[in-house]
């Protein structure tokens, strides 16, 4: 009970059990409970939350929480400093702390306590009467603990954190679920009594937030939200969900929703960035750049608490229909997303030059097996180069040289016929060949 309502602050007898003991035969034992930490001064109750029953007919619930003794007690019981509690929320007990009470319905709704059955207390010298077995209803899967939880945290635009500026606002609820792949979750339950801009303004107080810098130890200028908490590994800041909680029906919570993104849409779209032109195309591959970027998650209160918080229920600005959280909080369009492409083109590109290289060595390999050996010389040559092969013809080279040494020797035999030739016109006979020659 001190942790539950250490994290929570303010809660019914119904909410703590389905917090912490889900799994009991009914409410008595956390009331009894509740009166027991009352009575050593720990709790107290000096508010009602008045509503409506599942038929209809209205209710009325005492508001349970700590007082300044008990908030001491459940720091030490979560392992927090007394400065990090908050206050006792004994003024939104009196005023029936409709807020808070949807903020911990919401946590309920996200831890999804599983219903465990206790173990009766077994009283001395009187036995354990047998009775029928009790069917546990089955909750969706939960994520992150109770000990994951902090509500109204500031987030100082201004000032600390413990004294926060002008502007600053405060978290409803905050989510450290590392073991579950969460770092960090700012939740922020909206009750439908403040209009689209209001809500839309806390996107642009998030965003001032997480702009602002710090001074680590060495000197170097850091988020200040990283001083407290850890990086998600993905572009952009921590991510905000919003959980709407009033029942409006399905077209006027999207109407709302959809104002909601209109006007904060500078905030959480990010930045459109030119990729590379794609080659042969008039297209080019583009990416959004979400380094300055909230990203913003909504659901409805029914959609946690019937199916979950790991359930395809989280619908991102931006994003298309519902999705599981992982794949809400995932930008798909980012520069990662466009540096993978990129890897995958040149993965392709040099697949290509790959094939094309092996083509080619391929072709010099039966251009190799192809090669026959010169008749003359024995050296290897391209049968396209020269004559059929079959033959035994000689290479392009032997073949030219042996072309050249049979035109040498015809020149050179013409020119001993012309030598003879002159020979023969310069001896006896020669008078008689010239006088014929000019009766001619």
């Known amino acids: 009970m001190l942790v539950a309502l250490g994290v929570v602050k303010v809660a019914t007898a119904a909410q703590l059990r389905q917090l912490v003991l889900p799994g009991t035969a009914d409410g008595q034992t956390v009331r009894n409970a509740c009166k027991d930490l ?45 400065a990090e509690m908050g206050g006792t929320a004994q003024a939104a007990a009196r005023a029936g702390a409709a807020h808070a009470v949807k ?26 009467a047998a009775g029928p077995t009790r069917l546990m209803p089955v909750r969706p899967p939960g994520l992150g603990t109770l000990h994951g939880w902090h509500t109204e945290v500031a987030l100082p635009i201004s000032g600390t954190f413990t004294t926060p500026g002008k502007g600053s606002l405060r978290a409803d609820a905050v989510l450290t679920a590392p073991e579950d ?56 800041y921590p991510p905000v969900a919003f959980v709407f909680t009033k029942q409006v029906g399905p077209k006027a919570q999207q109407a709302r929703i959809q104002e909601v ?77 466009f540096e993978g492409r990129e890897e995958q083109r040149l993965a392709a590109q040099r697949a290509a030059w790959a094939e094309e290289e092996r083509r080619e060595e391929e072709e010099y390999r039966r251009w190799r097996a192809s090669l026959r050996s010169c008749s003359t010389c024995g050296s290897k040559f391209d049968p396209e180069d ?19 040494a049979a035109a040498e020797q015809a020149e050179a035999e013409a020119e001993r016929e012309r030598a003879q030739c002159e020979r023969r016109l310069d001896g006896w006979f020669g008078w008689f060949y010239a006088l014929r020659d000019q009766d001619r």
């Not at 009352?38 to 349970?64: F, H, I, Y």
């Not at 913003?296 to 599981?324: C, K, M, Y």
């Not at 013809?393 to 072309?403: A, F, G, T």
């Open 38 to 82: 009352r009575d050593a001064g720990l709790l107290e109750s000096v508010g009602k939350m008045t509503g409506l029953n599942p038929s209809g007919r209205p209710v009325s619930e005492q508001l349970w929480n700590l007082t300044t003794a008990g908030l001491a007690a459940a720091a030490t019981e979560l392992d927090r400093p007394l």
């Open 103 to 128: 903020v911990t319905d919401t946590i309920d709704a996200f831890l999804q306590s599983p219903s465990e059955l206790t173990k009766p207390v077994v009283r001395r010298g009187v036995p354990l």
């Open 181 to 236: 792949g969460v770092p960090v979750l700012f939740v922020e339950v909206d009750n439908g009594t403040e209009p689209p801009a209001k809500v839309a303004d806390k996107i642009v107080r998030y965003r001032r937030f997480f702009q602002r810098t710090a001074k680590d130890p060495s000197g170097q200028q850091i988020p200040l939200w990283s001083t407290i908490w850890r990086a998600s590994g993905r572009d952009g």
């Open 261 to 337: 993104v209109r006007l904060s849409r500078e905030h959480w779209q990010g930045q459109w960035c030119y990729g590379r032109h794609i080659e042969n195309t008039a297209e080019s591959d583009d990416y959004w750049d979400y380094t300055d970027a909230v990203p913003v998650l909504a659901t409805t209160l029914d959609e946690l608490r019937q199916n979950g918080p790991r359930a395809a229920i989280w619908w991102r600005f931006g994003h298309g229909s519902g999705q599981v959280l992982a794949d809400a909080l995932d930008n798909p369009d980012d520069r990662r997303a």
């Open 386 to 404: 020269g004559p059929d092969p079959a033959r035994g013809d000689e290479c392009p080279h032997c073949r030219m040289q042996r072309e050249r």
